[in-house]
């Protein structure tokens, strides 16, 4: 077998602005493609021409790039499987519908909405599957040139196999979906138009991707992207591998949504939020760099990433991961009003006991004397402070303070964090966690 290299695919559909779960994904379709010194792919799945707007194309790069996410192939950059936009290969799409068609991998379906709703809701009452039931799989000529007459413009239909499918994913192990809950899905609509799931898998292999890396809410959509590999030809040995992250969870713990809360990126970089930070804190939603670190460049992400070690349980449910729950608190902390800030109880509890006083204090007095209010100042005479001069473990030495200025143990990276904040606010709040710390005696 020859040795092919590694290919991953980011392929947004921007029916709007990226929000977080977008990028989460793209991060991790990077970093991947960066440790394993495989081939990073930008698609732009704008077949839903209703929904998909050229402004949020253009924003969905700006975004992409501002984070520092490169891509080795796609628009604006090129490469020998262009073009990148889904609109612009549209004749690939109606070239395999025509095949599949040819050789019985799918068939015209006449049915109307309305007779598909009512045989829906009859296989419902008698507790049936309620997906498309097959009807038209295997009409007479008769009956087709019936619908023709009175008009219908049939759709193209897939038609799914009998049996099962099963794949290993990278992220949840071994995974079968019964093929009884996987209806005969439609292809193309009755303008030609192609749906998604023909798209999104012809591409896969024309591009000859070779890690399908996306979110979870597309898992179920898989077994189909399966069945239209091998339609095409495709041996198994060469179907894309999959891996399928974890929900990224709102800060009401409800699966992202743009109605839930603020998940728009560029409402971050608007609010000053740097794009390191932003990687930083969504690279540790679903994964752990190990070590229990919570600090990484991007370098550092791109040369270790793992798919193994992406967790397979929403993000949430492992403590040392930080998720969008504590987004109020984290953006709260900066843009809040000094006399609605509070030190989250539990951590105030814990953390700002009488042990830390000298540390705050140290924090204190190395951050009034401080020159230039910047990130790699502050940093610097932080660690003078309490690292070389406390001789502290830097855990020790830094979670007081960032309970003091964020309010909470779970926050954006520290230096960054003050200084967005500002000088004045932090010895403010620095004050008030010593007052804190020595009266929890
Ligand atoms: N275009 C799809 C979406 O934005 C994702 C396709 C995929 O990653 O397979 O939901
Ligand atoms: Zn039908």
Redesign the pocket.
Known sequence: MTERGIRV?????PSGDLHVG?IR?ALYDWAFARATRGTFVLRI?DTDATRVRPEYIASAQDTLRWLGLDWDEGPGVGGPFGPYLQSERLGRYAEWVDRFLADGHAYYCYCTPEELQARREAAREAGGPSGYDGHCRHLTAEQVAEYVAEGRRPVVRFLMPEGSTTFTDLVRGEVTFDHAHVPDFVLARADGRPL?TLA?AVDDVLMEITH?V??E??LS?TPRQIAVYGAMGVPADRFPAFAHLPYVLGPNGQRLSKRNGVVSINWYREHGFLAEAICNYLALLGWSPGENREEFTMAEMAAEFDLARVNKNSALIQTRIRTLREAPEMLGFLFGTEAGFHVNPADAESVLVPESVPVLTAAQKALTGLGTWSRDEIERVLWAALITGLGLKRRVAFIPVYVAVTGHRIAPPLFDSIELLGREKTLDRLTRAVRLAEGAA
Do not use: H, I
């Open positions: 695919r980011f392929a947004p559909s977008n994904t799945e998604y999104v399908v996306r979110g809410d597309l959509s």
